[in-house]
């Protein structure tokens, strides 16, 4: 299994097109892959399931695939995602404050 956190910058947030587009790469790869935002997890390979998670910009969205090709999924996500996303900043696990 495989995870990545990321910041969602792009002003409009993870809207109907580059969600489709992420929707066709995650599609490409056999591994089970869910984004997580907040309390709410999606399919990563379903664009309605997708779109109901509503991503807001500065949002930090959390992606999991689980399979054979899990690094491969991930990473090609993040290049997708290109400058729409940036890595989440590491925090503390007990206090929440960004670690430098």
Do not use: C, N, W, Y
């Amino acid at each position: 299994m495989a995870a990545i956190d990321l910041v969602v910058i792009d002003p409009a947030g993870l809207h109907a097109r580059p969600a489709a587009q992420f929707v066709r790469t995650a599609s490409r790869f056999t591994s089970r892959i869910t984004i997580t935002s907040g309390e709410r997890s999606a399919d990563a390979k379903s664009l309605i399931s997708l779109l109901g998670l509503v991503v807001r910009p500065q949002s930090v969205v959390t992606l999991v695939a689980d399979g054979p090709d899990a690094d491969d999924a991930l990473a090609a996500l993040v290049d997708e995602l290109g400058a729409a996303a940036a890595p989440a900043p590491l925090t503390d696990a007990h206090d929440g404050t960004v670690v430098p």
